[in-house]
């Protein structure tokens, strides 16, 4: 991991997320080596340009820093960013990515070592209304994206997005993140 390793870029961006600028400097220079690397190997003969990736990635990390849990690791988080980032790019070119397993069945298990238990889910979407429900369940936990989840909900693609965010603030209220990750 460029010379840092997992325990120390996520000192880092704890250190960062309680307003340490040089702190998350570091962090985002750290960051960004990894997803550098990362994308290089996904994106060779593709036609996307792996600095797209990464400046995308860093841009989405600054946004949804709140969304880290600063008691679990950093990576696979990084690297989910990251990866929904490729996936949007392809999107763009009219194209399906394809990855091979073994390509990420290393942390496809630490991925899944790290994944919300079941009932942490059903426990947060109890506190939603059946309308929001729906929506975050199609979205955040089915993988639909928003059109896909207003055609089989039966909805508009804005009124999609305004239960989605509903919901998912509704979420970080009640378990105890506003939307600044306080």
Do not use: C
């Not at 600054?62 to 849990?69: I, N, S």
């Not at 070119?93 to 919300?116: F, K, M, N, Y």
């Amino acid at each position: 991991m460029s010379g840092v390793d997992e325990g120390d870029i996520a000192r880092l961006f704890r250190v960062a997320l309680k307003g340490d600028e040089r702190a998350y400097g570091d962090f985002l220079h750290e960051a960004a080596n990894l997803v550098r690397a990362w994308a290089r190997r996904r994106t060779t003969f593709s036609g996307v340009d792996p600095e797209d990736i990464v400046q995308e990635t860093l841009l989405a990390i600054h946004v949804k820093r709140h969304t880290w849990r600063s008691d679990g690791p950093v990576a696979p988080w990084l690297y989910a960013i990251a990866r929904h980032k490729l996936v949007d790019a392809f999107r763009r070119q009219g194209r399906r990515p394809w990855i091979a397993i073994s390509e990420v069945e290393d942390r496809l298990a630490a991925e899944e070592a790290e994944t919300i238990r079941d009932w942490e889910i059903s426990r947060a979407l109890e506190t939603l209304t059946p309308g929001q429900r729906s929506v975050v369940t199609a979205i955040s936990v089915e993988g639909r994206t928003i059109a896909e989840a207003a055609r089989s909900l039966d909805m508009n693609e804005n009124a999609v997005r305004v239960a989605l965010h509903r919901g998912l603030a509704a979420i970080a209220r009640r378990f105890g993140r506003d939307r600044h990750g306080n």
